[in-house]
């Protein structure tokens, strides 16, 4: 049995208050859902400091940094070879995350995984995962909070570690209110009559029968002054945005920033659990103006069909690691509201196959069917020939890994990708065979503005 020592903190509403003391360390990672919790939201983790970390590059190698050495492994299946390097460990303990493999995968990880090359360089590393061996989690229903650090933490970062215990352990941070951000001036990488003759050439594609669906998608940039920390960004950002899946690291060469809604997929004692979300309606300006919207998303036949179609594409997908006859889909288009949009999101559920792993279930599914299209090969074919950059982190997945063999991730929508003096943020849409070119560009704006407009003006739709 894995030795794992168990300090108790004093507990927060939220674990913002920690975090801002870590938030501008190397490889500071936090998981969280909104802030304050949102009802129903359990637990919550974060940390810093990793032991080693993973970086996927461009040319499909993986360069592994631990205490000051570095060395590139070559290596096709990245998420497979990251399944080597999670230890068995017998860890009896009812926390998520104790210690683990935690990190992201950019969208364009998933062309080696579907045999593709992609036309776009990559502001960023492909993946960015990290190993963790502490973590500070919060248990909501319990209302306690707990420091983990396991048995493999190196002793270099033990006693740093129980440094900062020791600053924090008889009470909690102060909340210091970041300074705001001056406003910053978004554009748009992508014009609205770009945008209208890359549809109109997907939607031929769709009439030609090479698809059923594919997301469109375009960029918003915005210059940011160096000097500026991550941590000013996204307080400010989640100041204004709370979502459920929403996730801070400090990536090897970059930094994401995200608030997402959409949970990918959850392995948890071996129940499989995924959530895409597909059909979009803007909010009311008045209760009953979004009642109205709501109803009218609920009974869009056209949404429900996109949602189906991304349904039965991830059934197929879990049922290659999933036990056979377990795959079941419980809720089928259910309107989510969230602070910017109304949703419909569906739940299929299945039972892990024994001697699959939950990285096996990962590299299978990603990137989601959800941003990217039926059937997925040829939509991410057709996503590259007509979007004008690399995604990065957007449509990509952040996730994390117990020792414990708990697993979770999330679909990277609504995120900000930092590199030194830029932002970037980007928004889509599924398109089908009775999409209309407006509405469209329209809705992948709306999508994003709640983001947009946390942390600037926006130049144009």
């Known amino acids: 049995m894995t030795t794992l020592q168990r300090l108790e903190l004093p ?25 304050p919790a949102r009802a129903g939201h359990r637990w919550e983790w974060c940390s810093a400091w990793p032991d080693t970390r993973y ?17 590139v492994i070559d ?33 364009e990880a998933g062309h080696g995984l579907q045999g593709l090359t992609g036309r776009h360089p990559s502001p960023t590393c ?9 973590s500070l989690v919060i248990d909501h229903e319990q209302r306690r909070s707990f420091l983990c650090l396991s048995e493999h933490l190196s002793e270099t970062l033990r006693r740093r570690v129980i440094a900062w215990f020791e600053t924090h352990r008889g009470h909690t941070p102060e909340r210091h209110s970041e300074p705001a951000i001056a406003p910053l001036n978004w554009r748009s990488g992508m014009s609205r009559e770009a945008y209208q ?72 004692q071996g129940r499989i659990i995924t959530q895409p979300i597909k059909g979009t309606r803007p909010r009311g300006a008045t209760p009953e103006a979004d009642q109205r919207l709501a109803q009218e998303l609920e009974l869009s036949e056209k949404d429900r069909a996109e949602n189906l179609m991304i349904v039965d594409l991830l059934r197929n997908d879990l049922s290659r690691n999933a036990r056979a006859g377990s795959v079941k889909v419980p809720e089928l288009c259910k309107p989510v509201t969230f602070s910017n949009v ?44 007509l979007e004008v950059c690399a995604r990065g982190p957007y449509c990509g997945t952040a996730f994390w890994l117990s020792d414990s063999g708990a697993f979770d991730s999330n679909i990277l929508i609504r995120s900000l990708l930092r590199t030194p003096n830029q932002l970037m ?4 849409g599924g398109i089908v065979a009775d999409s ?20 600037g003006t926006v130049s144009g739709r």
């Open 75 to 107: 290596t096709h299946d990245f998420l497979g070879w990251l399944a080597t390097q999670q230890p068995e460990l017998a860890i009896d303990n009812d926390l998520p995350f104790t210690s683990g493999l935690a990190g992201h995968l950019n969208y």
């Open 197 to 268: 003759q890359r549809f109109a050439t997907l939607k031929n594609y769709i009439l030609a029968g090479d698809i059923y669906q594919a997301n469109l998608t375009r960029p918003w940039y915005a210059d940011i002054d160096t000097r500026i920390t991550d941590w000013a960004i996204y307080s400010q950002l989640i100041d204004r945005v709370q979502a459920p899946y929403a996730v801070f690291h400090r990536a090897a060469d970059h930094t994401l920033m995200s608030v997402s809604p959409e949970r990918f997929i959850t392995v948890n």
């Open 55 to 71: 970086k996927m590059l461009a040319n499909q190698q993986v360069q592994r940094e631990h205490q000051g050495k570095t060395s």
């Open 425 to 428: 943020c980007s928004g889509g």
């Open 436 to 455: 209309l070119a407006n509405d469209e560009y329209e809705e992948s704006a709306t999508k994003v503005a709640h983001i947009l407009n946390a942390l």
């Open 11 to 35: 507990y927060t509403e939220t674990a913002r208050p920690y975090f801002a003391t870590l938030a501008n360390e190397p490889g500071a990672i936090w998981f969280h859902s909104g802030n």
């Open 342 to 385: 109304h949703h419909l999101v569906s739940t299929i559920t299945a039972d892990l196959a024994a001697g699959a792993t939950p990285l096996d279930l990962l590299r299978d599914a990603f990137p989601g069917g959800s941003i990217t299209g039926a059937p997925k090969r040829r939509a991410m074919e057709i996503i590259d020939e």
């Open 126 to 134: 492909l993946a960015s995962i990290d190993r963790y061996n502490w």
